[in-house]
């Protein structure tokens, strides 16, 4: 998925709109919609009484079967991190990411990436049958119970 959204720059005009970003991989096709807080297109319900400022909420279907810890959610940069903390601040800082999440894979210095599996990060997953998907305007988000 990560390579999909990226070749696609033009999609950044879509966060915060109901308009979904399509994706299409050779092991994943569907759509996704991104909501930001704290832009002037923001619905005011959105992340009323929330401390996260940002949702991302993907649906589709994956073309072949993959093992859970094969899907991974995360930050991926394309290049070096600039003025980076004290290294012995930054490496303190990934021990205790690990130690919340230890399934979390830490990339290298020159490509730099925090990843864990989409299971363990996921504030809610459901799973339906084709045809009987949820919508992923604004307000079923916050309809989420789980």
Not at 89 to 99: F, G, P, Q, Y
Request: with cysteine; charged share 10%.
């Amino acid at each position: 998925m990560q390579s999909a959204l990226a070749e696609e720059p033009a999609q950044v005009d879509r966060v915060n709109s109901s308009l979904p970003i399509p994706i299409n991989t050779g092991v994943f096709e569907g759509c996704a919609i991104f909501w930001a807080a704290g832009l002037a297109s923001t619905p005011d319900h959105m992340f009323h009484g929330q401390r996260r400022k940002t949702s991302l909420v993907v649906q589709g279907k994956f073309k072949q079967a993959l093992p859970f810890n094969a899907v991974l959610s995360g930050q991926s940069f394309s290049g070096p991190l600039q003025h980076l903390p004290a290294s012995w601040l930054t490496s303190t800082i990934l021990k205790l990411v690990h130690h919340i999440n230890p399934a979390m894979v830490v990339g290298t210095v020159s490509s730099p990436s925090l990843l864990a599996p989409l299971v363990s990060m996921a504030q809610c997953i459901t799973v339906s049958q084709p045809g009987a998907e949820p919508s992923l305007t604004a307000s079923q988000l916050r309809t989420c119970a789980c």
